[in-house]
């Protein structure tokens, strides 16, 4: 095999490692969004059981909303980060397509060093589906039982 040959197998071997290195970023990012839900779900109903179990006031059940708010603002920053990794792995992709230079952007993820970019897209995460909806429901199905249930 010439070195030309070996470089090109070198840097497809590269590309592969470069783009798997995204997808395990993209992947732990989306599992701990998932982990966010879980320990919500988790915490909220433990602490509505101790509320039931103490015999405490139906103001008290407002308690849970905390930690509802804290993992919704956990789980759209999660959110923010993989959309951004998905940016910078169709960014990759799209210089290979186009024949571009793309030595110099292997093994670095491009926009993640960003703060504002971070803060927006955490922002943006805000009016996702995937996370205002279920923190939604989960607070009103609170605020439902807070108001049925006599704490």
């Known amino acids: 095999m010439d070195n030309k040959k ?35 779900v988790t915490l909220v109903a433990a602490m509505l059981v101790l509320l039931v179990d103490k015999n405490m006031q139906i103001p008290n059940a407002w308690i849970c909303l905390v930690p509802i708010a804290l993992f919704y603002l956990l ?31 292997l093994y670095k993820v491009e926009g993640l060093k960003d703060k504002c970019k971070q803060f927006c897209n955490t922002i943006k995460a805000m009016n996702s589906v995937s996370t205002t909806l279920f923190y939604l429901i989960v607070a009103i199905a609170v605020l439902l039982l807070g108001g049925i249930i006599k704490f």
Do not use: P
Not at 14 to 36: E, K, T, W
């Open 6 to 40: 070996k470089l090109e197998v070198l840097e497809i071997s590269a590309v592969q490692s470069h783009i798997s290195m995204l997808q395990g970023i993209i992947n732990r990012m989306a599992a701990n969004s998932a982990n966010c839900k879980n320990w919500t």
């Open 75 to 105: 789980d759209c920053y999660y959110l923010g980060l993989e959309r951004l990794c998905i940016a910078s792995q169709n960014k990759f992709l799209k210089r290979i397509y186009n024949d571009e230079d793309y030595i110099e952007s």
